[in-house]
């Protein structure tokens, strides 16, 4: 049964442009004054020697590769003199240019009232054998939509051009005309084949199109057919909820009609390409007729970028190798100054079969909204119920493709990206909510606006209509200053539940010294019970929510500063607050540094309770600031009563708090400091390891027979070798044992007999690590006297 997204496809199937995505035409060359730096004058038609000379002043071309600009004859082979280098009549030459130039436009199907520019890029010569592989060029100005390529008069042989799009190809060869102008679309995939004989000697210029009517408006290019029948079929998809596909074993809630469709555009855009008037073969009269349809059905629309992403299930093709040893990626083809092309494919992308669409997404990165004409960065993902297109991406050549081989359960798929130009229409009544899902920083000034203007019952309409998108929408949006603007919009909104549903998606570390002020004014108006609700919310681990600023516990390193900015701002309110902050944040760093406490080897453990000492530290710190005596005493009780594994990271918290401020400025450091002077004492005034005692205590965490014997052997103090025979697994047991305590004994086994013997020697490491140990621990004590001593004397 056909659905309204079906006929709107249909529709706008129907709706062709006159032109093509690549023209030829022809002119002759008598306007054409071209001089060279170091050769001089061409003259027409370039003989072999001067052909020859403009190679000896030439130099070889490079091409772009994302970022990098390479040097590969492999690739590209082509002699390249730069237009620094390149004079031209421009006056003389624009008599011939100009009105080509209008021509091409039309061949192009770009619409009237746009202008076709080009600018000079290179002159190229390719010799004898000389090519360039299959390659897409990079947009280099926001304005370009092409390439044109002006073939000089010369004598040659091969070096056709074949020119790609959505699987059509156009091949262009030498011609017996003078001039040859050759446009063509940027995303046109393109190659210059083998040279045979003689010279091929080109201008490349990159064609710009300019003027005000966008090809997005009413009337543009003609009159848009069907313009009653799209409408009609907008209106049927915008109020009738779409089919459901699903299976249940409860009916599912109600379905809601879409809020917005997304047609996807033949052609790939960049992000500085895109532009209402530089839409590009039948993307122009397609775009005209729905903003025409749009209008009718009381719809808005945007101009988007969409990032589409298919992974396939595929079958190798001929080649010369296997397809499990096959795999392919071209880079991005970012814009970058310099960037002469975008990565070729030297391998070709035809190199495997697609199959079956196993996975899809799509995802709007950048859109032009209504009046807008600059693209304003978004981020929004889009449903496979809301998409249509009359050209599936699996035609168009990907901008980056990866190939995985087949790994037994899994692989041999290819996964594409594309990076296509889409409209986006959504009804008029809703668009506060699909503006906002796809920008959230729009819509909180959005709502600024509003309650600036002091209109808030409407702010709070508009607010509570992001609550079923809102924390998706915040956890993409990467931008700076949301969190600031949130704030001051829930400040405004006066409404506790509105409020905590638009600071929810928030990590507790976006709340800094700064924002201290109007946070403190929310506690004050909506209470403890909002604030702990909220504070609980923010300290839970949410996935997405480590995009806005310092992670945890860089932010608990400084956490005294937010606790002194809250006090500072209201001293009732603003000493609640930081209460509570520090209750949460406690309650989140205590079975981390349980977790930190229990991890092995010993010194991976040793490395996790370092990462924790300045976040416990700030917390302190923060406790201090606060007055906060009942729970920092708690947190120092626990401290102290973890037992020996702690005291070396607690000194390291002394040492941390010595070095940032004197000691005696934190309340409870004191504690923790009797507390390891007295193990240290305890610790250093019991005897050395004797010079002969062996013994080593083994963790027990393990009951097992094996461990047992283990155990055993290890205490002994006269026992240094055991000679084990155990089976291969049991080995690797004792083995992950002596490893995961990193116990100094060495392992080895002997491959003779059955089973094997495992051969355990204890080794003198055992001594030189505990005489180590017992020089910290007089060097630490040491320390804590003098410092004591110093704080004794202020």
């Known amino acids: 049964m056909a659905t309204a997204r079906d006929a709107i496809v249909e529709i706008l199937g129907k709706t062709r442009a006159p032109g093509s995505f690549a023209a030829q035409r022809h002119a002759g060359p008598d306007d054409l004054h071209v001089e060279v730096k170091g050769l001089g004058k061409l003259r027409f038609p370039v003989s072999r020697g001067q052909a020859q000379r403009l190679c000896r002043v030439a130099r070889p071309a490079r091409y772009g590769r994302g970022e990098q600009t390479l040097l590969d004859e492999r690739v590209r082979d082509t002699w390249e003199i730069p237009k620094s280098r390149v004079r031209i009549d421009a006056r003389r030459w624009s008599r011939t240019l100009l009105p080509m130039l209008d021509a091409l436009r039309a061949d192009l199907g770009l619409p009237e009232g746009t202008r076709l520019t080009a600018e000079l890029h290179a002159l190229l010569v390719y010799g004898p054998g000389q090519f360039f592989l299959p390659h897409q060029d990079s947009e280099k100005t926001d304005e ?68 005000a009517r966008r090809a997005g408006d009413p009337g543009a290019g003609g009159e848009p057919p069907s313009t009653r029948a799209l409408a009609a079929r907008l209106r049927e998809y915008f109020e009738k909820p779409p089919p459901s ?14 809020d917005r469709l997304v047609y996807l555009l033949d052609h790939q855009y960049t992000e500085r390409g895109l532009g209402w008037h530089r839409l590009k073969g039948d993307d122009a009269p397609r775009v005209a ?18 990032e589409v992403h298919e992974t396939w299930s595929c079958l190798e093709e001929d080649g010369d190798e296997p397809w499990y040893r096959r795999r392919g990626r071209w880079a991005d083809d970012e814009d970058e100054p310099g960037d002469e092309d975008d990565d070729p494919d030297p391998e070709g992308s035809g190199t495997y079969e697609l199959v079956d669409l196993q996975d899809w997404s799509l995802e709007l990165r950048h859109w032009i909204a209504p009046p807008g004409n600059r693209a304003e960065p978004i981020a929004t993902l889009v449903g496979d119920d809301e998409v249509c297109s009359t050209t599936p991406s699996s035609d168009l050549e990907p901008y980056a ?22 409209v986006v229409l959504w009804p008029r009544e809703r668009a506060f909510a699909v503006r906002a899902e796809a920008s959230p920083t729009w819509a909180l000034d959005a709502l600024r606006q509003r309650i600036r203007a002091g209109d808030v019952d409407e702010a ?3 607010a509570q209509s992001l609550e079923p998108f809102w924390e998706e929408a915040v956890t993409r949006e990467k931008r700076r200053g949301l969190f600031d603007k ?10 506790p539940v509105l409020a905590r549903s ?25 209470g403890e019970d909002w604030t702990r609700s909220l504070l609980a919310h923010w300290s839970g681990d949410r996935p997405g929510m480590e995009t806005l600023g310092d992670d945890r516990l860089g932010w608990l390193a400084s956490l005294s500063r937010l606790c002194a900015a809250l006090r500072a701002s209201d001293e009732v309110a603003g000493t609640l607050a930081a209460r509570l902050v520090l209750g949460e944040q406690w309650r989140w760093l205590r079975p981390v540094l349980e977790d930190a406490r229990l991890v092995l080897p010993p010194s991976h453990r040793d490395e996790a309770l370092r990462t924790l000492a300045r976040p416990v530290l700030g917390w302190l710190e923060g ?88 155990a055993g052997f290890l205490a002994d103090p006269q026992r240094r070798r055991l000679e084990w025979p155990l089976a291969k697994e049991r080995r690797r047991h004792v083995h992950s044992k002596i490893d995961a305590h990193e116990i100094p004994v060495r392992h080895q086994t002997r491959r003779s007999g059955s089973p094997h013997t495992l051969i355990l020697d204890k080794t003198e490491a055992l001594f030189e690590r505990e005489a180590a140990v017992r020089r910290q621990w007089q060097a630490d004590l040491d320390w804590m006297t003098a410092r004591a001593r110093q704080r004794r004397a202020r």
């Open 502 to 526: 638009l600071l929810a998606p928030f990590p507790v570390q976006a709340l800094t010294p700064g924002r201290a002020r109007v946070f403190v004014s929310l506690v004050v108006g909506h």
């Open 144 to 211: 370009m939509v092409g390439t044109l390529v002006v073939t000089l008069p010369s004598a040659f042989r091969g070096g056709a051009m074949v020119i790609e799009h959505q699987g059509e190809k156009a091949t262009f060869r030498a011609s017996r005309q003078p001039l040859s102008f050759l446009a063509f679309y940027g995303d046109c995939r393109h190659e210059v084949r083998p040279v045979e004989d003689g010279y091929r000697i080109v201008l490349t210029y990159n064609l710009a199109v300019t003027g």
């Open 401 to 422: 493709s990866e190939h995985e081989g087949y790994m037994g359960n899994w692989g041999n798929t290819v996964d594409r990206w594309y990076r296509r130009g889409a």
């Open 245 to 258: 596909t699903r299976h249940a074993l409860k009916p599912p809630a109600p379905p809601r009609p879409p």
């Open 486 to 495: 949130a704030l001051r919009v829930a400040a405004g909104l006066d409404a």
């Open 289 to 306: 007729l729905l903003r025409a349809a749009a209008e009718s059905a009381g719809c808005d629309m945007a101009l988007a970028l969409a």
């Open 460 to 462: 709070r309409k508009m």
């Open 623 to 710: 406790a201090a600031a606060t007055a906060t005596d009942d729970l920092r005493d708690e947190v120092v009780a626990f401290l102290c009563g973890e037992g020996e594994a702690l005291i070396p990271w607690l000194v390291m918290v002394l040492r941390a708090a010595a070095a940032a401020s004197p000691i005696s400025a934190v309340a409870g450091l004191d504690a923790i400091g009797r507390h390891c002077a007295r193990w240290l004492r305890a610790r250093l005034a019991q005897p050395p390891r004797a010079a002969g005692d062996w013994s080593i205590a083994l963790p027990r965490d393990c009951r097992c027979d094996l461990c047992t014997t283990l």
